[in-house]
């Protein structure tokens, strides 16, 4: 058993996680730069937390700019085990409706501008991504949605594309009937690659604001009706963070998926062929298995 320890990444519209006991923003320094913010700790219902803003404080970062492998090291780093990803998204589905909330369990990556891996020349390895999601911290955040009376869906395809434009209608459509995705977002892609890497469990949760723009009845995707829903969509958010701790306990035995195992037989590159630097810059999210 080891202590459980919450990391959330806060999408747009949520900066914050409400009652955290001794809050307290931190700096965290990583080899792959600075995260999008500070990293505020501290305990709810006996549960240590952190909260990293993805976007950052004020809304800095644009979705290709936010820095995946600094923030998903920092949350390494400090200790944390389990990472709950929130993000705004659109629905490609009727039953999905602004202010619905989606329990995601799989991606498409469409992303194009950002550095994916932590891994590369120096030391290669591969890990499964084939289910990006923790079944088990996933049934967490499916029951606390539901606890605070969100009306939630489990199970649908993300769609990550790079932004930070939305669609075109003929994207919106394409993604819709021919990808077999559910909803559309920016940043969950290479977030849910890198946690895998760093051998996190990782589960991520879309709030529903819009239809993109394939919807006959709604148009093209209206900022200003974004904002609204999103304002709404934040409270569901922190209710559903709120009672997390006391789903998940303030200790945990290991993955029963192996999410916490991803790198046992993934580094390919032979001991005494590895580059020292990056060795050096891997000591968290790897230090496991170096």
């Known amino acids: 058993m080891e202590q459980t320890k919450i990391g959330v990444i806060g999408g747009s519209g949520l900066y914050e996680i409400d009652g955290l006991e001794a809050p307290t923003w931190v700096d965290v320094e990583t080899p792959w730069g600075a995260p999008s913010d500070q990293l505020l700790t501290g305990t709810l219902e006996g549960v240590e937390m952190v909260f990293l803003p993805r976007h950052g404080r004020g809304h800095v970062h644009s979705p290709s700019s936010v820095p995946y492998r600094a923030n998903i090291d920092a949350l390494k780093r400090l200790g944390v085990t389990d990472v709950i990803s929130i993000s705004a998204c659109g629905s490609f589905r009727e039953a999905m409706a602004p202010g619905d909330f989606v329990v995601v369990d799989q991606f498409i990556d469409r992303t194009f501008a950002r550095e994916k891996s932590f891994f590369g020349e120096g030391c290669v390895a591969h890990v499964s991504v084939a289910h990006p999601t923790c079944p088990r911290l996933s049934d967490a955040c499916e029951t606390a949605a539901r606890a605070a009376g969100i009306n939630v869906h489990r199970g649908g395809t993300y769609l990550a ?130």
Not at 183 to 209: D, H, Q
Not at 225 to 254: C, S, W, Y
Request: aromatic share 4%; hydrophobic share 40%; net charge negative.
């Open 161 to 290: 594309m790079e932004g930070p434009q939305f669609s075109t209608l003929a994207e919106s459509r394409m993604y819709r009937e021919h990808c077999g995705a559910d909803v559309i977002g920016m940043t969950n892609m290479p977030e849910a690659k890198l946690a895998r890497e760093a051998e996190l469990c990782y589960a991520s949760v879309a709030m529903i604001t819009d239809y993109d723009s394939w919807h006959p009845d709604h148009g093209e995707v209206d900022v200003n009706q974004i904002i609204q829903t999103l304002m709404g969509n934040a409270d569901k958010g922190r209710a559903m963070v709120a009672r997390l701790p006391g789903l998940l306990g303030a200790t945990r035995a290991p993955c029963p998926h192996g999410c916490d195992r991803a790198l046992d037989y993934a580094i390919l590159t032979a001991p005494d062929k590895r580059d020292p630097d990056l060795m050096g810059k891997l000591d968290a999210v790897a230090g496991r298995v170096l």
